[in-house]
């Protein structure tokens, strides 16, 4: 099948198959664990992390509160430097300057830089509709797309895959998309990335036109920062005659000596280094070096509509090293399909309702995704309280209230399936500010303590299907108190 | 639609979601306190080198060290052990550094291509500063480094770090000295991917080997 | 010092044991514990949930209860969590939205003077050693409100390591969550049991007796779910733990498959 994100059925049921699947829960504990030890290290090396971390949130809400205006400026300085800056409202537009860009080359093919916001666009998909070819280059991205797969993750896409799950895609597919995999590929990884080298290099050495997307945009100087470890970056942003790159307009910082906080941060909350092998900076075009040509695509694509939600804005400071992925334990047993976009994990659980809006039972059911553990927060580099936008979020779901969609103010109203619960919930919240009733409730419990099953029926098996039910006991606190101590606290509703 | 009226849409409504920020603050109203480290640790310069040395070496980067004088033998015998004959070298490093190196030299030019790039064995190069708490080289295109795709097509890079003057000890020590004019590449050991398993493997698609000298003494006069 | 017993609706209607031991320790150690009757739920099930405006009531509600009171203390780490972390936020939140009955003022100095028990016992009365009594294998399991948004560090476990006769076991994997998170074990039932498959596999293979948390919750769930894979490891409060000593023990760990309530009478 070829990967689309369309029609994903709600995080809970496909959650439900994906933690069945014992080859996925495997590949992801070995991989996620592996990471986060190595990313402890990293970062207990820097001693003033917790400084760099609320600085780079501090920049990061500076930029988002003043966003026209950075905005603007690096509209200005990329200008100056050469380059030429596109506005594209929505996915479609995105791709439709693209496209148009490329067919303007004579290009019918592209490599690609591994880039987040082209996979939210849908680029690739549009670029074929074209007639044009893109080529992703980073080895996870070029298993997903030899496999006719979807990413699970933002930084290693093809988490979900095995090495010898890997082998049998390059075995059976490269040769599809060129040249063909060595004979007796082995499962060993540099034997894999050996293939992947071999398979790409005519690509690169051929391109005339590359996309990227970028880490960081300098408004103050117009250099764009992309962030890597393999090389096809570098390749990608060097050797063609066109660059185009789509950015995110959270992605703009505002001054140089801001990247000497994000530097510190990105490398070790992602991959967990103390820097990553390869960073490009590139501001504008550069005589005799690099891209003659080169085109910024400033994307919105729902982030003004993010930013106009003064909690959820604060999801757009995020920097994209998927370190909340890696000490998520409900993204550990989902998997990143589970999603349904191309930001699984914590901040996809954030992210994609306020980009997409709440638009479908997906879009719903993604603040609930969490057992708001909080481990996500503490691993943020930007501290994002990830926790504290899911619970915003999900009264948006359940009681609905203002939301911005497309750039227009609405009110949306309370999502259907919840009317069951809000009853509940109406009805705890009555009987916890009435003690005297919530009393009867519990007595009623105790004196029918015989009667209670192991196993619920009904909706309650969804509690029960897993778990015993405790002992409800003879008597509540409540009574115990007052038959013990009674009179020593004070009156109010005890009688 | 035209880009224009998107841009202002865009803009428009960047505008309107920001309601909420009083219309009198400045960017700079927004406080970012700049009160973590310039740099991590007390050190000499020589235990900064030493630093940068193990760094290098950890992420898989093969070090170097020699004085000024000893540098030309050095890089002769590193490109003679690699069995290199072409070697791509830009257009202003020392005439001094390979004048005893039996190798072809393919000096960087607009008008070389990237299929004869990727015939040569090894490039050589100086950098713009190295920095010792990430094992980071960083160039800058500079006369001895030249152009980007030189450093990343061959699979073999030497590069010559002056100890006296180019080594920094930190991220923001090397940006602030660092021109965002100029194209600037990071480099921090072999190309490397962790995309299986998460599982690190030296050498994809830059250069599989990359070798570090650090020169004491000033080898410009070469 | 006039101090509060904050029991919370799990303790109060499925695990009194829990509070009875609280009240057990406290006053052994020399404090008088007063349990004002208007108390009730925190409201974290409500506001996680997504109806922030149905815990109001609730705010408002904690703030006259414990008026009076120099120390509020709560033996769930969630739910002073719930009370510390987010009732602030939500007064000022009601308060900016125009319903002025809850009182930011009233409900952030009682959320300020909230404690979770081992907070309370640790930074207010100062003690590590209180004296318990506790002749079982114990594997402790941080619990994620208290361990990251109370912060309550290495306190529960100090408090283990003085208990006379208790040995401790090294839970792997500590800090990952259980895979409780409220109505989450409800509305991702896949995953939530999930997760508390994984943690119950650890917390067996310690081969401890008991497994000990700040919350009843959580260990609703991770009880629930040993009960059900026939795991020989109880489910056990850490104030239970705290509250027995050698003249007064604990009851005896039942046996798997026996049920809590046999241990009620235990501590007073």
Known sequence: MTGTYLGMPSFPRAAETSTRDVRLRANLRRATGTIRAKRDRAVAELDDWARLRAAGAAVKDRTLRHLDHYLVQLEESVTRAGGTVHWAADAAEANRIVTGLVLATGEREVVKVKSMATQETGLNGALAAAGIRAYETDLAELIVQLGGDLPSHILVP??????????DIFRSRMADWGLPAPEGLTDSPADLAEAARLHLREKFLRAKVAVSGANFAVAETGTLVVVESEGNGRMCLTLPETLISVVGIEKVVPTWQDLEIFLQLLPRSSTAERMNPYTSMWTGTTDGDGPRTFHLVLLDNGRTDTLADTIGRRALRCIRCSACLNVCPVYERAGGHAYGSPYPGPIGAVLTPQLRGLAS????????????????????????????????????????????VRGTRTVIKPAKRHGTERAVMRAASWAFDHPRALRRGQRLLARTRGLHPRRLPGPGRTWSDSRDLPDIPPESFRDWWDRTRGGTGRAGGTS | MSGDSSRKRILGRVRRALRDVPASEQPADHPVARDYAEKHGERSHAATVGLLAENLADYRALVHRTNAPGLPALLTRLLLERGARRVAVPAGLPAGWLAAAPAELLVDSPALTSHELDSVDSVVTGCALAIAETGTVVLDAGPDQGSRRLTLVPDHHICVVRTGDQVVDSVPQAVRRLSPERPLTWISGPSATSDIELERVEGVHGPRTLEVVLVTGDPREL | MRVGLFVTCVNDTLYPHTGRAAITLLERLGVHVDFPAEQSCCGQPLFNSGYRHRTEPLLRRYATAFRDHDYIVTPSGSCAAMVRDNYPRIAAKAAAEGRDAVVPRAVTEAAARTYELTEFLIDILGVTDVGAYYPHTVTYHPTCHGLRMLGLGDRPRRLLEHVEGLELRELPGAEECCGFGGTFAVKNPAVSAAMGADKARAVTA???????????????????????????????????????????????????????????????
Do not use: Q, W, Y
């Not at chain 1, 009264?395 to 939301?403: A, T, W």
């Open chain 1, 158 to 167: 093809a988490i979900h895959r095995n090495r010898s799950e890997i082998r």
């Open chain 3, 206 to 268: 310690t081969g401890a007796g008991a497994v000990c948390t700040v919350d009843n919750s959580c260990l609703l769930h991770l009880g629930g779910i040993l009960a059900r894979e026939g795991s020989p490891v109880r489910p056990v409060h850490i104030a239970e733990i705290l509250a027995g000593t050698k003249d007064d023990p604990a009851p005896p760990l039942p046996a798997p498959g026996t049920t809590r309530t046999a241990r009620t009478g235990g501590a007073r």
């Open chain 1, 361 to 404: 039972p997906l879009e719903e059911s993604l603040p609930f995704a969490s057992t708001l553990c909080g481990a996500c927060f503490e691993a943020c580099p930007v501290a994002i309280d990830i926790p504290e936008i899911l619970v915003h979020l999900r009264e948006r779901v359940v009681e609905g209230g203002p939301v911005t």
